[in-house]
């Protein structure tokens, strides 16, 4: 018989807001990025001094794991991430810094940024996690692959629980959308409560 799990608690990002479980934590008039996720760190009172040296997705997802994990105690916690536009940002910021042949000089800040599971790593840092991790690159949203791969690392009890979703981040627009996957919580984890509730936060 298949083990069920449950989606334990999600927040979403998007469009000048951000939400825990439905619920609104933070709202701003200034939806352009930079401005947005700089008065959402500062209302929320997050204290992580590297959080101003990060790329924009790894802010992003910073950000929306903090809303998930503050009070999180479990540290074998496997970490499912999914975009479609990988680290495209940066590896922009990083062709330009090397494109000019009189400027040339790239950055080794940005450059540490051009692969997107880097997010992955500072939310591991930020919170103690030393467990499994993967990155999908879609071309949209898609629940069935961070379903079914959850359920395999649970499965096979490569973690107690997994925090999941879509981390994109390209030419200024921003979408996260995390849940945490554990063996109780308030929705059965299954592919249609994934996409009812990136859909409807």
Not at 34 to 63: G, Q, R, T
Not at 84 to 108: E, F, M, N, V, W
Not at 116 to 126: A, D, F, K, L, V
């Amino acid at each position: 018989m298949t083990a069920s799990y449950h989606i334990e608690s999600h927040c979403r990002i998007t469009e000048g807001r951000i939400s825990k479980d439905g619920k609104s934590l933070f709202e701003s008039a200034e939806t352009e990025f930079s401005a947005f996720i700089k008065s959402a760190y500062k209302a929320l009172e997050i204290n992580y001094s590297k959080f101003f040296k990060m790329d924009s997705l790894s802010k992003l997802a910073l950000v929306a794991a903090e809303m998930l994990l503050l009070d999180e105690h479990e540290k074998n916690m496997a970490l499912v991430f999914s975009n479609k536009a990988g680290s495209l940002d940066t590896d922009r910021k990083h062709q330009h810094s090397i494109q000019d042949p009189d400027g040339y000089y790239p950055s080794p800040a940005v450059f540490v940024y051009t692969l997107p599971n880097i997010c992955m790593g500072e939310i591991s840092i930020r919170h103690g996690l030393f467990s499994e991790n993967s990155f999908f690159i879609c071309n949209r949203f898609r629940a069935d692959d961070l379903f079914d791969y959850t359920n395999s690392l649970l499965g096979m009890q490569k973690a107690e629980k997994v925090l999941c979703g879509w981390i994109d981040f390209d030419l200024g627009k921003y979408d996260a959308f995390l849940y945490v996957v554990a063996k109780n919580g308030t929705f059965i984890h299954s592919k249609e409560s994934i996409n009812h509730l990136y859909q409807t936060q």
